[in-house]
């Protein structure tokens, strides 16, 4: 079996956080994610609202909270995946077929999201850099991805 791939931001907050890809779980959106990174979507983006003891989100190219992608919003791929510290998540409206490019880790236990966002990947290393970045919705002086990109399984 071939290793999973891994997507690695390098944040601003210090250094690297290596997330595994779950398409197990979620195909369309870990293809989605990986697709981004790629392009180079993702590098210089805030994570405009980090909120200590839940999430930090991210991908939005305005900052704002807003904004998404050129591509086209995605089916739900909810799973029984529980969302827990270092759980990888897509953000999206009040519908649940609205998610675009942005995301969110979680912080700490969030089981009342279970089976309402998409799990696509899980932080293997680096959540102190996650943990590090500045709250605020959005924070003053946000925390950013300066780099974002995938290995592993081509």
Same mark, same amino acid.
């Given at each position: ?11 601003? %907050? ?18 989605? *994610?990986? =697709?981004?990174?790629? %392009? ?10 980090? *909120? ?6 991210? +991908? ?6 807003? +904004?998404? %992608? ?34 969110? *880790?979680?912080?700490?236990?969030? %089981? ?12 293997? =290393? ?10 605020? !919705? ?6 950013? *991805? ?7 399984? !081509?």
């Amino acid at each position: 079996m071939a290793d999973a791939e891994r997507l690695t931001l390098s944040l601003s %907050s210090g250094g690297d956080v290596v997330i595994k890809l779950r398409p197990d779980l979620a195909p369309a959106h870990v293809e989605r *994610i990986a =697709s981004l990174a790629k %392009s180079g979507f993702y590098d210089g983006v805030p994570f405009h609202r980090v *909120i200590p003891g839940f999430m930090a989100q991210g +991908g939005d190219p305005t900052g704002r909270g807003t +904004g998404g %992608s050129d591509l086209p919003n995605l089916k739900a791929e909810f799973s029984s995946e529980p969302h827990v510290r270092g759980v990888a998540s897509m953000a999206r409206t009040q519908d649940p077929d609205s998610a675009n490019s942005q995301f969110f *880790i979680c912080l700490d236990d969030a %089981s009342f999201l279970n089976n309402q966002y998409t799990v696509w990947g899980e932080v293997e =290393s680096g959540m102190e850099h996650v943990d590090a970045l500045p709250a605020g !919705e959005p924070p003053r002086e946000p925390g950013r *991805i300066v780099k974002a990109t995938v290995s592993g399984a !081509e």
